[in-house]
């Protein structure tokens, strides 16, 4: 399909390509995080103000997991006991952390009204697959399980993230449909991978090799998962999940020029189809990424507002 970027975006493109950073495949893991991380302080927006901001430690079988707890100033409470969104931060499973999601994390909170916990899960090489699936599922049981005393209202426990983050949001909401977890109450997928056979037309198109490159992707692929066999496993690519059908409700966000673009349209689609109850949200002239990027693209706190206002109907 054609793909026009939006006057910002371009612009955003092209002061990337003259910055002249060297695309991560052909740096270490190491090296690719540290750019990553200085490459958010050039793009995110200004932090809202939050009541408070704290870490936390999830203890799981692997071993403590680093968190972050968000509460707002403005925080939507029944009985004292708040909603919350149990995030998961984006960087193909190998880079991003707490601080390179802090300022969205942020921004979901002051939007939604919620609670939001961030959750650092184990990153490959280091930890291949299924590592991440293992901690996103148990600081997710961790946490309905504590909920009380963190202020949360287990009832209305939901997860979230964007791209990789994404990708483990709809892994737990699936593994907790299927009873290892908790009742997950919404889910929100942010230009989700969910489908490493990497065979949508949008994985192909020049047009939207535009950050995230399909090189990129196949260097992601190769240091997260092990081998062929697990490019079929449903816990990393949730779109191979035998059925859909009593997933939570979900909104699902997807970009134009983004070659996640068809996986994550299709996952919306067979979502309705199998009866969950979807918001789907596309940004046509948007490349992968650009939702972390308020302090140049506008169009990503138009997304954030949104995210905010569908979580507040949800619960």
Sequence with gaps: MPVVLDPDAAAVYQA????????????SPAEARELYL????????????LKSVQPLAIPSPAGSIPARIYTPLKLRQANGLAPCLVFFHGGGWVIGDLDSHDVVCRKLADASQLIVISVGYRLAPEHKFPAAVDDAIA???????????????????MVGGDSA????????????????????AGQVLIYPAVDFAMTHPSHSEPETSILLTHSVIRWFRDHYLSGTADVHDWRASPAKAATLVGLPPAYVLTAGADPLRDEGDEYAARLQQAGVAVTH??????????????KLLQQANVAASEIGAWLKALN
């Design 165 to 184: 983050g994404g990708n483990l949001a709809a892994v737990v909401a699936i593994s907790a449909r299927d009873g290892d977890g908790p009742a997950i």
């Design 16 to 27: 990337f390509q003259e910055a002249g950073r060297p695309p991560y495949e052909t740096v």
């Design 139 to 157: 600081a997710t049981t961790w946490i309905a399980g504590n909920a009380t005393q963190l202020g949360i209202d287990s009832s209305r426990l």
């Design 281 to 294: 949200r596309t940004f046509p002239g948007q490349f992968h990424g650009f939702f972390t990027m308020g």
């Design 38 to 49: 200085k490459g958010r302080v050039v793009t995110n927006p200004g932090p809202p103000e």
